[in-house]
């Protein structure tokens, strides 16, 4: 088992990071708001979590132990699995997540994509009396005219200010492909994330 990782980032991509640790590079997938911590050639430590399956082993990397633990525990709910569960801390913070569990609050968590109702309903069952009050360590995701902004918005922030861009720079690119979210269906965050570059790029 691998707890935690020390290194100098030697990359940053739009899902996960490499740490160099000992002439080694170690992959580890990260939600956009770990990577956005992240700066290339910089020292690092990030807990971990293994996940280790009959043909392949993956790193997972987090921002603190509030987080890892949280990670980990999401994956003891059934039909939570690693994606999922990494998927849940990218469109809410911990804090959101405990307050969601705790206060039912069915809506908060379909927000994460491939959760319906009846799997917020079960992840509310099965974690409601385990998973704990909000500490106040992490920050609320930043609201908007009194509302919090879309998961998409968050993440491709997040994925665009990790690669090494300003937040205002960010904030032009996402006006850019806004249109583009808008269309019907569920954000393809990863496409919003690829067309925000370009239009960066083209700047």
């Given at each position: 088992?691998?707890?935690?990782?020390?290194?100098?980032?030697?990359?940053?991509?739009?899902?996960?990071?490499?740490?160099?640790?000992?002439?080694?590079?170690?992959?580890?997938?990260?939600?956009?708001?770990?990577?956005?911590?992240?700066?290339?050639?910089?020292?690092?430590?990030?807990?971990?979590?293994?996940?280790?399956?009959?043909?392949?082993?993956?790193?997972?990397?987090?921002?603190?132990?509030?987080?890892?633990?949280?990670?980990?525990?999401?994956?003891?709910?059934?039909?939570?699995?690693?994606?999922?569960a990494q998927a849940?801390?990218?469109?809410?913070?911990?804090?959101?997540?405990?307050?969601?569990?705790?206060?039912?609050?069915?809506?908060?968590?379909?927000?994460?994509?491939?959760?319906?109702?009846?799997?917020?309903?079960?992840?509310?069952?099965?974690?409601?009396?385990?998973?704990?009050?909000?500490?106040?360590?992490?920050?609320?995701?930043?609201?908007?005219?009194?509302?919090?902004?879309?998961?998409w918005r968050t993440?491709?922030?997040?994925?665009?200010?990790?690669?090494?861009?300003?937040?205002?720079?960010?904030?032009?690119?996402?006006?850019?492909?806004?249109?583009?979210?808008?269309?019907?269906?569920?954000?393809?965050?990863a496409a919003l994330?690829?067309?925000?570059?370009?239009?960066?790029?083209?700047?």
């Amino acid at each position: 088992m691998i707890a935690f990782v020390r290194g100098t980032v030697s990359d940053v991509s739009l899902t996960s990071a490499v740490v160099e640790v000992g002439g080694v590079g170690l992959e580890l997938n990260c939600t956009p708001g770990t990577l956005a911590s992240l700066r290339t050639g910089a020292p690092a430590t990030l807990p971990t979590s293994m996940i280790v399956r009959e043909d392949s082993m993956t790193l997972f990397g987090f921002l603190d132990e509030d987080e890892k633990g949280l990670f980990e525990m999401l994956l003891t709910a059934s039909g939570v699995g690693p994606k999922l569960a990494q998927a849940m801390l990218a469109v809410l913070s911990p804090d959101d997540l405990r307050r969601a569990v705790t206060t039912e609050d069915v809506k908060a968590l379909t927000r994460v994509p491939g959760i319906g109702q009846k799997g917020a309903q079960r992840i509310i069952l099965e974690l409601k009396d385990r998973i704990g009050a909000p500490t106040g360590t992490t920050p609320q995701r930043p609201a908007a005219a009194g509302a919090e902004p879309p998961a998409w918005r968050t993440q491709v922030h997040a994925g665009l200010v990790g690669l090494g861009w300003s937040a205002k720079e960010a904030e032009k690119a996402l006006d850019v492909v806004a249109p583009q979210a808008e269309e019907p269906g569920e954000p393809d965050v990863a496409a919003l994330l690829r067309a925000a570059l370009r239009s960066l790029s083209r700047a």
